[in-house]
């Protein structure tokens, strides 16, 4: 599965920003969790909620 960015998901509505500039999932409006893999270069944003995933590039 392609995973989209962030960038993208809250240009296409699915990703939010909260009143303290956090991502939040669009659908359930939970903070995303975010698991950092040390071998990549990017960050992995979940939504705690349904599981959804988006990269972010750091």
Known sequence: MHMKSVRKALRDGELDKDTYDRLVCGECEKPLKTEN???????????????????EIR
């Open 37 to 55: 893999d040390p071998d990549q270069i990017k960050t992995v944003r979940i939504c705690p909620d349904c599981d959804q995933e988006w990269k």
